[in-house]
T-cell receptor
Framework: EPEVTQTPSHQVTQMGQEVILRCVPI?????FYWYRQILGQKVEFLVSFYNNEISEKSEIFDDQFSVERPDGSNFTLKIRSTKLEDSAMYFC?????????????FGPGTRLLVL | GESVGLHLPTLSVQEGDNSIINCAYSNSASDYFIWYKQESGKGPQFIIDIRSNMDKRQGQRVTVLLNKTVKHLSLQIAATQPGDSAVYFCAEQGGANSKLTFGKGITLSVRP
């Protein structure tokens, strides 16, 4: 069964450093998403991406965040200058474009710890 | 703003019993609702979904009920098993491929 994959599974970084989180969405999906989950809290939407551009973003997704589809398979989230409060699980998700098949499937997540 | 929330933080059930997890939503414009299961250290896993033009949908051992009048969503798990122990989230979506808004999550604990 196809699945979303993410790397790395864990990332520890110093405050102010840049991090890049990587995702490989399900191969025939066209919509891509990033969510985050601070420990013990609910999953929060960050950004959605379609046709090589951002289609929707939350107020969490400020100028420190960016997303990119560098090739035909990867989807990345970059945090330019990490803050302590960026520590969270980051989940990538993808969905198909077809009506009735837009369920978002999630990857296993990257646990980011900012020290 | 609009939100989706869960009534209870934890639910403990005896193995073999049925479980019912409830969720309230406030965005009357939402047309798609999903239940996700999250095991420790893993990402949300799709369980079952329902569209706003339906009031009930059944899967394998799971049933989702939607009451649009009171904006209430529930997940019923039949014959609960130890493997069902996890955090369950309801989520709503306003339109195709738009963002998901998640509730806070409820922990289901299955007693042997």
């Amino acid at each position: 069964e196809p699945e979303v994959t993410q790397t790395p599974s864990h990332q520890v970084t110093q405050m102010g450093q840049e991090v890049i989180l990587r995702c490989v969405p399900i191969s025939n999906h066209l919509y891509f998403y990033w969510y985050r989950q601070i420990l013990g809290q609910k999953v929060e939407f960050l950004v959605s991406f379609y046709n090589n551009e951002i289609s929707e973003k939350s107020e969490i997704f400020d100028d420190q965040f960016s997303v990119e589809r560098p090739d035909g398979s990867n989807f990345t989230l970059k945090i330019r200058s990490t803050k302590l409060e960026d520590s969270a699980m980051y989940f990538c998700a993808s969905s198909d474009r077809l009506a009735g098949q837009e369920t978002q499937y999630f990857g296993p997540g990257t646990r980011l710890l900012v020290l | 703003g609009e939100s989706v929330g869960l009534h209870l933080p934890t639910l403990s059930v005896q193995e073999g019993d049925n479980s019912i997890i409830n969720c309230a939503y406030s965005n009357s414009a939402s047309d798609y609702f999903i239940w996700y299961k999250q095991e420790s250290g893993k990402g949300p896993q799709f369980i079952i979904d329902i569209r706003s033009n339906m009031d009930k949908r059944q899967g394998q051992r799971v049933t989702v009920l939607l009451n649009k009048t009171v904006k209430h969503l529930s997940l019923q798990i039949a014959a609960t098993q130890p493997g069902d122990s996890a955090v369950y989230f309801c989520a709503e979506q306003g339109g195709a491929n738009s963002k998901l808004t998640f509730g806070k999550g409820i922990t289901l604990s299955v007693r042997p």
